[in-house]
Structures are given as structure tokens and as C-alpha cells.
């Protein structure tokens, strides 16, 4: 028979059938004075000692108890951390093992292992309650731990030692057996789903689950609580869950992974036996245990009803890759459809009529100080709210603005939006500042996990990515290159492709901007849209913005913006800190400064050539001026680009004999 405390219930029994009204249930007093088990090496299989909860409590809170400089430091590392198992993240790991810990729900004799399942343990009625930071979203984990802390079950609450999650000593019976403990777990972690939307920990269903110690100066302790009411449920036969569906590795795959992993903690190992039973049933116990012998026979047969739901063979993947399995290569196969199977959803639809796709890429460029980023923003702000833009209907999604050109004018311009109220607060608009590297092989997927949870904080699909710009996501690329763009292009598709997201590119013009965007060819082939945005006359108000290339949609009229200054605010010199925001202007406007646009790139090669032979590059160039109105600098472009066509003879600049012989540029002049 299990010991239990001196005022648990005399047949050690939990109350069943029907859950018991907060009214019938009762006040503990005596929590506080419970003994529980302290662990300070985690390796150890037996504790050190015992303290009581009252005590444990007091540690949490004392500013100068030994552990609190390493809880500064986990917490200092964790803050750091941008994703889980990241150096920070493993560091932060790392060092919380080296915490003292208790087992919250009752004092140990011998063996942590199997204890309450043993009758080696004295039930504290009391259970953690465990969640996660993954778990509290964006809700505040103070504010959190202040309204639990109000429960009339709940004997204290405070911050774990990530400071990032929360953790509760909940009162419920004393327990007599392992089996009772699980009900009184599965009713807590119901009441707290219930009545404050938290998802408990599934790992303290374990009696002998060790909590690390915390420091929380502004810990909520109580002198007493109510125990929560436990609901024992009819017994249901746990059937095995099928193969996971999506699983192509077979019990030869699986042994291979098992191998190269060394024997891991107990959460891991748990972790890792669940992936395997939840994809290939009780087929992979002799995998395991060959690996892992059992300490005591009949181990994993008692830990395979106790699986966790939440693992697959993924989870098995990622420990064997952390320690250098590789996924055995498979003969390359590919798919195919049928024409008549084909549906209206096989086509990209476009989330911004006639111009933008899902699942699609485009090129916004321009030169400097054209306006491109402003217009491509402008345009990312109207997916956000899903207002109509430049007359054309637009379905809202979320937006992931990926600006590494500078964080001040991107913030600026966010700014600026809010005040005229085209960007309204609460709209799906997230950036990120990031170093993004298209030329890094493990961004992608980065990016990708990036894309997949901005979708989840806005309950909605990301449908516009914008990267700006190319140059800046090259960092140590050359965009001449085909090698470095081809990567770049791969790693858009990678990303459009698993997320359904359409991934925009801010980009430059080059130097000759008659010849499009610069860098590589490979970029222009790759894409589905580009379109080019310029500033025709520098005094003039009116930008236009022309599609010069869509894949699958009719090409539309070019578009006319102009620019507004918006005061955003001031600097510690009081001066007002300005940007801007895009106004549509009329389409006609938009031809207009089209044609302006076109009047400065009519200077040919062929013009100044076919003005030979001349005495002297200053008659040359004379000649130029006068039968072109052509600028000095443009002359001097054309003269160098062509620079193979002429040569000097004497005191004349002629062409040169080759050319005389055969027809040149375009065709149109024979000589």
C-alpha cells in the first residue's frame, strides 16, 4: 500500500463518477508542509534529499539564493534565442540542466524511476502545471502567472527559469496510486484549458517529473487552496494509432536513424519511442530496445499505452540528423495528371487582379530614388487591409516585409502609412530585419518556418513576401553571375512553392536602364512578373510604374503615382523626420511620363556613328549636339560603348574598315 500524507483521504481513494462542485470540495491547509524529493544532479537515479514546499517556495523568491545568478544567465541566453535549438537556445538548455530540482509531486524513496507506479512514494497533492512559452502565443507570461495565481486551486505561480513560460502548483487529492494521478492530472489540465484557454505540459502526467527551480521575486504564493475536483473516466481500450500517413521510411529506415542516436534523457527517449510506435505500431520495440536495453524487463511494454499523440517519425528524423544520419536516397520519381483531372484551383489566382499571383514571383526595380520601394510597399499595404489599389481588387492576406535597406526608413514609412491611415493598426503587416541570405543554402527554410508562424499569429495565409532588396539578400553573391542568381532564384522557388506565398523582389535597374534590370538573365526568366518603376523628369511629380513582362495575365496600362511627403516625427535637434506616401495620379499622366521616359533612352550607338568621319572628338561630338540635342555625358557613353566600331586615322576619327563591309547595329545602316 502507498504511504500517503497524514490528511489524505483515509482509503486513498479519488473521488469518482460525476465531478464534484467547487462547494463539496476542500481547503488544504497543510501543502505548504508537504515533503518533497530534491534532485541537484540530474544524472542522479535516486535524490539527494527532501525539503518541504514552503521552503522551495522561498528559494524561488530569494534574491540571493545560489541558482539565481544562472537563472539570469538562462534568461539572458533565452531572450537571444530566435529559434529553438539555435546556439543561444542550446546554451540556455545546457545550463538549466545544471538547476536543482524537485519532484513536485511527492518525496522518493530509492529509485526516481517507476516510484509512484512502485508504492515508493509519498503524494504531495500537488501537481505542476507546465506551459510552455510556444504555448502562451503572444500572451503575456506575467500576466499570466498574476491571473492564475488568483485560482482558488492554485498554491503559487511564477515565471519558469527561461522567463519566457509559467509554471503552477496546483492542489488536488492525494493520490494512492500512478493511475489517480493521471485523472487528477487529466482534470486539472481540462479545468485550466477550460477556463483560461492554457494547454498544460503532457510530460508532469509523469509523478515523477522533475521541476527545475525558478526565481520569480514577485512568485504568487498562497497559505492555502482548494483542491480541483477529479473526474475518473471510464477506462477505454487504447487502440494503436495507424502508420502516419505521410510516412515513406520503413522499419529499416527507422533502425538505421536509431543507430546512430546515443541513449538520450528520458523526455527525449520518450519523445523518440513515440515517433516510432505512432508511425510503425509495436513493429518498432525491437528496433528500440536493441538499441536501448531495458533497465527493468517489461519497460517498453508498459510505456508503449503511454505514448504521446503529438510525436511522429519526424521527431525520430530530427534527433538522427542532430547526429549525422542522412535520409537514404530513393529513386527519383515524378507526377503527372491527367488534362481532365485538372480543376479551376490548379490555377494561380491572382490576389491582386491582373497583376499579382499566388505561389508566383515578381520584379519590382528601378533606379535609385525612383520610388520602387515606396510603390511596392504601398501595394503591400492594400493586401494587408485588402482595399482596392490603383483600381484593381485585391484579397487580403497577410504580408512579410523582409527589409534589409534599412531599418529607420522602413519604419518611417510604416509611419507614414498609419497617419494617412492606409496602413491601420491591427492590419497583418509584419516585418523582419533580419540578415536574410537567398546565397545561404538553410534561409529558405528559414524564411519558410518565418512565413508559417507570421500565418499563425495572423490567422491567415502570408500572401505577399517582399524581399528588398536583391542586392542586399546576395550579401558576398555577384548578380552578373549565373551561378550566384541561379541560386538566388532557386531559393524564391523554394519558398513560393512550400508556402503558396507570392515572393516579390525589390530590385535595381542597371546602368543602361533601356536594358531592364540589372544582374543576371536567369532572374528575368525565373519570374512571372516584372515590372519597371521611373522617375521620367526629376522635377516632375508623376512616377510610373510599367509591367513589362506577365507570364499568365493579360499586361495592363502602366500605372501613375506621385509621392507625398508625411512629417513622421522629430529629432533630438528638432528637426521634422519626413517620408512619404504613394497617390494615385490620373493614367493619363502615366503615358505621358512614359513617353518622357522613352525620350531618354532614343540616344543610339548607330546615330553618333553614322555622323563619321569627323576631324576631331570635339567636331564629333559638336556634330552630336547639333543634329541630336544629345548631352555631353550621353555622348560619352555612346562613343565608349561602341568603342570597337571606330578608330582614329591621322587627324579623323573613322570607322574602322570591318565595319564598312558589312551591315552594323540593327541593320538599318549599310555602308
Same mark, same amino acid.
Given at each position: 500500500m502507498?504511504?500517503?500524507?497524514?490528511?489524505?483521504?483515509g482509503?486513498g481513494?479519488v473521488?469518482?463518477?460525476?465531478?464534484?462542485?467547487?462547494?463539496?470540495?476542500?481547503?488544504s491547509?497543510?501543502?505548504?508542509?508537504?515533503?518533497?524529493?530534491?534532485?541537484?544532479?540530474?544524472?542522479?537515479?535516486?535524490?539527494?534529499?527532501?525539503?518541504?514546499?514552503?521552503d522551495?517556495?522561498?528559494?524561488?523568491?530569494?534574491?540571493?539564493a545560489?541558482?539565481?545568478?544562472?537563472?539570469?544567465?538562462?534568461?539572458?541566453?533565452?531572450?537571444?534565442?530566435?529559434?529553438? *535549438? %539555435?546556439? !543561444?537556445? @542550446? $546554451? &540556455?538548455?545546457?545550463?538549466?540542466?545544471?538547476?536543482?530540482?524537485?519532484? #513536485?509531486?511527492g518525496?522518493?524513496?530509492?529509485?526516481?524511476?517507476?516510484?509512484?507506479?512502485?508504492?515508493?512514494?509519498?503524494?504531495?497533492?500537488?501537481?505542476?502545471?507546465?506551459?510552455?512559452?510556444?504555448?502562451?502565443?503572444?500572451?503575456?507570461p506575467?500576466?499570466?502567472?498574476?491571473e492564475?495565481? *488568483? %485560482?482558488? !486551486?492554485? @498554491? $503559487? &505561480?511564477f515565471?519558469?527559469p527561461?522567463?519566457?513560460?509559467?509554471?503552477? #502548483?496546483?492542489?488536488?487529492?492525494?493520490?494512492?496510486?500512478?493511475?489517480q494521478?493521471?485523472?487528477a492530472?487529466?482534470?486539472?489540465?481540462?479545468y485550466?484549458?477550460?477556463?483560461?484557454?492554457?494547454?498544460?505540459?503532457?510530460?508532469?502526467?509523469?509523478?515523477?517529473?522533475m521541476?527545475?527551480?525558478?526565481? %520569480?521575486? !514577485?512568485?504568487?504564493?498562497?497559505?492555502?487552496a482548494?483542491?480541483?475536483?477529479?473526474?475518473?473516466?471510464?477506462?477505454?481500450?487504447?487502440?494503436?494509432?495507424?502508420?502516419?500517413?505521410?510516412s515513406?521510411?520503413?522499419?529499416?529506415?527507422?533502425?538505421?536513424?536509431?543507430?546512430?542516436?546515443?541513449r538520450?534523457?528520458?523526455?527525449d527517449w520518450?519523445?523518440?519511442?513515440?515517433?516510432?510506435?505512432?508511425?510503425?505500431?509495436?513493429?518498432?520495440?525491437?528496433?528500440?530496445?536493441?538499441?536501448?536495453?531495458?533497465?527493468?524487463a517489461?519497460?517498453?511494454?508498459r510505456?508503449f499505452?503511454?505514448?504521446?499523440?503529438?510525436h511522429?517519425?519526424?521527431?525520430?528524423?530530427?534527433?538522427?540528423?542532430?547526429?549525422?544520419?542522412?535520409?537514404?536516397?530513393?529513386?527519383?520519381?515524378?507526377?503527372?495528371?491527367?488534362?481532365?483531372?485538372?480543376t479551376?484551383?490548379?490555377?494561380?489566382?491572382?490576389?491582386v487582379?491582373?497583376?499579382?499571383?499566388?505561389?508566383?514571383?515578381?520584379v519590382?526595380?528601378?533606379?535609385?530614388?525612383?520610388g520602387?520601394?515606396?510603390?511596392?510597399?504601398?501595394?503591400?499595404?492594400?493586401?494587408?487591409t485588402?482595399?482596392?489599389?490603383?483600381?484593381?481588387?485585391?484579397?487580403?492576406?497577410?504580408?512579410?516585409?523582409?527589409a534589409?535597406?534599412?531599418?529607420?526608413?522602413?519604419?518611417?514609412?510604416?509611419?507614414?502609412?498609419?497617419?494617412?491611415?492606409?496602413?491601420p493598426?491591427?492590419?497583418?503587416?509584419?516585418?523582419c530585419f533580419?540578415?536574410?541570405?537567398?546565397?545561404?543554402?538553410?534561409?529558405?527554410?528559414a524564411?519558410?518556418?518565418?512565413?508559417?508562424s507570421?500565418?499563425?499569429?495572423?490567422e491567415?495565409?502570408?500572401?505577399?513576401?517582399?524581399?528588398?532588396t536583391?542586392?542586399?539578400?546576395?550579401?558576398?553573391?555577384?548578380?552578373?553571375?549565373?551561378?550566384?542568381?541561379?541560386?538566388?532564384?532557386?531559393?524564391?522557388?523554394?519558398?513560393?512553392e512550400?508556402?503558396?506565398?507570392?515572393?516579390?523582389?525589390?530590385?535595381?535597374?542597371?546602368k543602361?536602364?533601356?536594358?531592364?534590370?540589372?544582374?543576371h538573365?536567369?532572374?528575368r526568366?525565373?519570374?512571372?512578373t516584372?515590372?519597371?518603376?521611373?522617375?521620367?523628369?526629376?522635377?516632375?511629380?508623376?512616377?510610373?510604374?510599367?509591367v513589362?513582362?506577365?507570364?499568365?495575365?493579360?499586361?495592363?496600362?502602366?500605372?501613375?503615382?506621385?509621392?507625398?511627403?508625411?512629417?513622421?516625427?522629430?529629432?533630438?535637434?528638432?528637426?521634422?523626420?519626413?517620408?512619404?506616401?504613394?497617390?494615385a495620379?490620373?493614367?493619363?499622366?502615366?503615358?505621358?511620363?512614359?513617353?518622357?521616359?522613352?525620350?531618354?533612352?532614343?540616344?543610339?550607338?548607330?546615330?553618333?556613328?553614322k555622323?563619321?568621319?569627323?576631324?576631331?572628338m570635339?567636331a564629333?561630338?559638336?556634330?552630336?549636339?547639333?543634329?541630336?540635342?544629345?548631352?555631353?555625358?550621353?555622348?560619352?557613353d555612346r562613343?565608349?560603348?561602341?568603342?570597337?566600331q571606330?578608330?582614329?586615322?591621322?587627324?579623323?576619327?573613322?570607322?574602322?574598315?570591318?565595319?564598312?563591309?558589312?551591315?552594323?547595329?540593327n541593320?538599318?545602316?549599310?555602308?
Open positions: 502507498i504511504a500517503t500524507n497524514e490528511k489524505a483521504r482509503n481513494q473521488t469518482t463518477g460525476q465531478e464534484t462542485g467547487h462547494g463539496q470540495s476542500s481547503f491547509n497543510d501543502r505548504l508542509q508537504t515533503k518533497i524529493s530534491v534532485v541537484l544532479d540530474q544524472q542522479n537515479t535516486e535524490p539527494d534529499g527532501e525539503i518541504t514546499v514552503a522551495f517556495l522561498l528559494k524561488i523568491t530569494n534574491p540571493n545560489k541558482h539565481v545568478a544562472t537563472i539570469r544567465e538562462i534568461r539572458r541566453l533565452s531572450a537571444l534565442s530566435t529559434e529553438k *535549438k %539555435d546556439k !543561444h537556445d @542550446l $546554451a &540556455a538548455s545546457k545550463l538549466k540542466d545544471t538547476l536543482p530540482s524537485v519532484t #513536485l509531486s518525496a522518493i524513496t530509492g529509485k526516481r524511476k517507476q516510484a509512484m507506479q512502485e508504492g515508493r512514494m509519498v503524494h504531495s497533492g500537488l501537481i505542476q502545471l507546465d506551459i510552455d512559452a510556444k504555448d502562451l502565443g503572444d500572451r503575456d506575467v500576466a499570466i502567472r498574476d492564475i495565481g *488568483k %485560482d482558488e !486551486h492554485v @498554491l $503559487a &505561480a515565471l519558469s527561461s522567463g519566457k513560460g509559467v509554471k503552477a #502548483l496546483v492542489c488536488v487529492p492525494p493520490c494512492a496510486t500512478d493511475e494521478h493521471k485523472e492530472w487529466h482534470s486539472m489540465s481540462e485550466f484549458a477550460t477556463h483560461y484557454g492554457l494547454a498544460a505540459d503532457a510530460s508532469t502526467k509523469d509523478a515523477g517529473r521541476f527545475y527551480l525558478s526565481h %520569480d521575486p !514577485h512568485c504568487v504564493r498562497k497559505v492555502s482548494r483542491e480541483i475536483p477529479i473526474v475518473t473516466k471510464p477506462k477505454e481500450k487504447k487502440s494503436e494509432p495507424p502508420p502516419h500517413a505521410k515513406d521510411y520503413t522499419l529499416a529506415d527507422l533502425a538505421s536513424m536509431i543507430a546512430v542516436i546515443p538520450p534523457n528520458y523526455a520518450l519523445a523518440i519511442c513515440s515517433g516510432a510506435w505512432n508511425t510503425f505500431g509495436e513493429a518498432a520495440t525491437p528496433i528500440l530496445a536493441a538499441r536501448w536495453p531495458e533497465d527493468e517489461g519497460e517498453y511494454e510505456k499505452p503511454q505514448r504521446t499523440g503529438e511522429t517519425i519526424a521527431t525520430v528524423i530530427h534527433h538522427a540528423k542532430a547526429n549525422g544520419w542522412e535520409p537514404p536516397k530513393k529513386p527519383l520519381a515524378f507526377t503527372f495528371t491527367h488534362a481532365d483531372d485538372l479551376d484551383e490548379d490555377g494561380a489566382f491572382d490576389f487582379e491582373d497583376l499579382m499571383q499566388d505561389g508566383c514571383a515578381s519590382i526595380y528601378g533606379a535609385s530614388n525612383s520602387k520601394t515606396f510603390f511596392a510597399i504601398d501595394l503591400a499595404a492594400h493586401v494587408a485588402g482595399r482596392e489599389w490603383q483600381g484593381k481588387e485585391v484579397e487580403q492576406g497577410a504580408v512579410l516585409y523582409i534589409l535597406e534599412g531599418r529607420s526608413g522602413a519604419k518611417n514609412r510604416i509611419k507614414a502609412m498609419r497617419q494617412r491611415g492606409i496602413l493598426e491591427g492590419a497583418p503587416f509584419y516585418l533580419s540578415p536574410v541570405n537567398l546565397l545561404d543554402p538553410t534561409h529558405p527554410e524564411i519558410k518556418r518565418m512565413i508559417e507570421v500565418s499563425a499569429q495572423a491567415m495565409p502570408v500572401r505577399l513576401v517582399i524581399i528588398d536583391m542586392a542586399r539578400a546576395m550579401a558576398g553573391g555577384d548578380e552578373n553571375s549565373g551561378e550566384d542568381m541561379g541560386e538566388a532564384v532557386k531559393s524564391i522557388d523554394i519558398v513560393k512550400a508556402t503558396g506565398a507570392h515572393v516579390c523582389v525589390i530590385h535595381h535597374s542597371g543602361d536602364q533601356a536594358r531592364g534590370a540589372r544582374g538573365s536567369c532572374l526568366a525565373a519570374i512571372d516584372e515590372i519597371e518603376v521611373t522617375h521620367p523628369e526629376p522635377g516632375s511629380k508623376y512616377r510610373t510604374a510599367t513589362c513582362k506577365q507570364r499568365d495575365l493579360v499586361t495592363i496600362a502602366p500605372l501613375c503615382f506621385s509621392l507625398e511627403p508625411v512629417t513622421v516625427g522629430t529629432n533630438r535637434r528638432g528637426k521634422e523626420i519626413t517620408s512619404c506616401v504613394v497617390k495620379e490620373d493614367g493619363i499622366m502615366a503615358e505621358v511620363s512614359k513617353k518622357k521616359a522613352g525620350a531618354k533612352k532614343k540616344f543610339t550607338t548607330e546615330m553618333i556613328l555622323l563619321l568621319p569627323q576631324p576631331s570635339e564629333w561630338l559638336q556634330a552630336a549636339v547639333a543634329a541630336y540635342d544629345m548631352s555631353k555625358d550621353t555622348f560619352g562613343k565608349r560603348e561602341c568603342a570597337s571606330w578608330q582614329k586615322e591621322g587627324n579623323q576619327i573613322v570607322l574602322k574598315p570591318l565595319i564598312k563591309q558589312e551591315k552594323w547595329g541593320g538599318e545602316i549599310d555602308f
